[in-house]
């Protein structure tokens, strides 16, 4: 199994969520986070003072596959996350050991 | 404050209507000080957001109880020596009679004081916005009761008391310019000199946790000043009350547009930090001056306030001292402003016949106001500073490092503002865990 990440512009969760249900996706987990790569911050000022904000919001979205999906499956997020402006985001994959179904105790893809 | 009115040798009868314009009013202040708490509780770090409301609440509790002790007997008593007031039959309030009238005027002492004692508790308040995210809180609420007592309630009677040298000299504050916008001000400067900066000050971006809030607190704060202002003639019979409402209003709108027409030129954007600040400079600079001009003069006040306001919220980064929510670059500066502008712009045709230069009253009034104006920033300022030496060499005026860096909310509070954490909380019970035993202190994971 694998373990796709993506760390994406927030306002693109609706297209990534649209995306991955036609995939045949069943489920992810969506964290907000912030943070920066290449798009850096922003500036802010209040009563005068200029506050550089490095970290923008974002959010991680976390998906488990089975090893034959993982590389069209990153395909699938990349296309629905692309806007072609800077600040788009990161998607990797990780190797994961095991899995269980906390309700039924099934384990492996079986348990995706 | 208003001179007597005396209807052609009849003494004053009690007016109902009077009295209960003034109660709404004293109410309509008492709103200031949770919206002044907003307005500072927001421009914090979500880490000291209720220490901040806080500081504010405090004041309504122990001014309150001083008024009622001594407070209003040494404002607004008989003087001795020009400086402070003293009437033993007003210790406790035990002796004053249900429709005995404030001398002079159409409304019972009562009503008075109910109204006078809103003023005493929200000054200390203001001063609270200096000093956040550092004061230990039972060192603020000592401060709050020494400052009222040597300090607020002698420079009240000054300004408004029968006696009182700026009383005397005819120094023009109508609802609060010097007693308590500069008195405040001024305390801030005093007491921000002692205790220091924040840690992290220039260095960390400290910005404002909840602009809402401040507009809210904003919002209060526009609303409660018509009490202010227009409730500080004591009555309606010759609509000076009125055309202070009116300059409020018109003053306000002014230095909204002020402000952000300054920061959009120097900064790039108009902030709604930057829209309620302005409002809040506006009300502070027509306070003094609302009973003596015109409209046209109050948007000129009004103006004039939010431009130089907007300017000397910067100053506290130049000269390195860390007035945190600008203390002393809205409500002294704006002070100031309001109470020398009425030596400009006073038209003679409002609370009194006295003229400013701009009216054909040449610089008399401009050189009163300055005495009036240097006298209340000097003693506040000196007397803020001692008062909070004192207390840093007894009971210690800041929090340790640890606590304000980790937010003086836990240390000194034992709470937290938000809670928006969805964990926790699942108290159904699941085939193989045990009942839940009843917890003596129960932990919250946050």
């Known amino acids: ?112 | 404050m208003a001179p007597a009115i005396t209807l052609a040798a009849d003494a004053p009868t009690l007016s109902a209507a009077n009295t209960g314009f003034m109660l709404i009013c004293s109410a309509l202040v008492m709103l200031m000080t949770p919206g002044l708490a907003f307005f500072y509780g927001g421009m914090v770090r979500v880490k000291s957001a209720l220490n901040m409301l806080m500081m504010s609440f405090i004041s309504l509790g122990i001014v309150t109880v001083l008024w009622v002790l001594y407070g209003f007997s040494m404002a607004f008593g008989t003087d001795s020596g020009s400086i402070v007031g003293w009437n033993s039959d007003w210790v406790g309030l035990g002796d004053i009679g249900l429709t005995e009238l404030w001398d002079g005027y159409t409304i019972p002492v009562f009503v008075f004081l109910v109204f006078q004692l809103m003023f005493a508790v929200l000054t200390p308040a203001l001063i609270s916005g200096a000093l956040a995210d550092r004061v230990k809180f039972t060192a603020w609420a000592l401060f709050v009761a020494l400052w009222a007592t040597v300090v607020y309630f002698p420079v009240a009677h000054w300004v408004w008391g029968a006696g009182g040298w700026a009383f005397e000299l005819g120094v023009i504050d109508f609802a609060g310019g010097t007693a308590v916008h500069i008195n405040a001000g001024a305390a801030a400067l005093g007491v921000i000199l002692v205790i220091g900066k924040r840690i992290g000050f220039k260095k960390d971006p400290m910005r404002p946790h909840s602009l809402p809030l401040v507009m809210l607190g904003a919002g209060l704060l526009w609303f409660g000043w018509f009490g202010f202002n227009a409730g500080s003639w004591l009555g309606n019979d010759d609509g000076v009350g009125a055309l202070m409402f009116v300059n409020t209003q018109v003053a306000t709108g002014a230095a909204v547009l002020g402000w952000l027409a300054y920061e959009k030129i120097r900064h790039g954007a108009f902030t709604t930090l930057g829209a309620a600040s302005g409002a809040v400079s506006g009300l502070v600079a027509i306070t003094p001056a609302g009973g003596a001009v015109s409209p046209l003069g109050a948007i000129a006040v009004g103006a004039v306030a939010g431009v130089l306001c907007a300017m000397a919220v910067g100053l506290k980064y130049r000269f390195g001292y860390d007035d945190s929510l600008d203390v002393v670059g809205v409500h002294l500066v704006g002070g100031i402003l309001g109470s020398l502008l009425v030596g400009f712009f006073a038209t003679g045709k409002g609370q009194s016949d006295v003229a400013g230069l701009f009216y054909g009253g040449g610089l008399d009034q401009f050189w009163k106001q300055c005495a009036g104006v240097f006298g209340v920033l000097a003693y506040s300022l000196v007397v803020s500073a001692v008062l909070a030496l004192l207390l840093d060499r007894t009971v210690g005026m800041r929090v340790s490092e640890d606590d304000e860096v980790a937010g003086i909310d836990q240390a000194e509070h034992a709470e937290t503002a938000y809670d928006f954490s969805g964990a926790g909380g699942g108290a159904v019970r699941t085939a193989d865990a045990a009942p839940v035993a009843p917890a003596e202190s129960k932990k919250v994971d946050a």
């Open chain 1, 1 to 112: 199994m694998k373990l796709i990440t993506a760390v994406v512009k927030p306002h693109r969760l609706d297209e990534i969520k649209e995306a991955l249900q036609a995939f045949g996706v069943h489920g992810l987990t969506v964290t907000e986070a912030s943070g920066y790569g290449r798009q850096r911050g922003h500036t802010e000022v209040y009563r005068g003072a200029e506050y550089t904000v490095d970290l923008v919001p974002k959010i991680r979205i976390e998906v488990l596959v089975e090893d034959d999906d993982a590389e069209q499956l990153i395909d699938v997020v990349v296309k629905a996350a692309r806007t072609g402006k800077i600040g788009d985001g990161k998607v990797w994959s990780t190797p994961v050991e095991t899995a269980v179904r906390v309700r039924t105790g099934e384990r492996g893809p079986d348990a995706l």
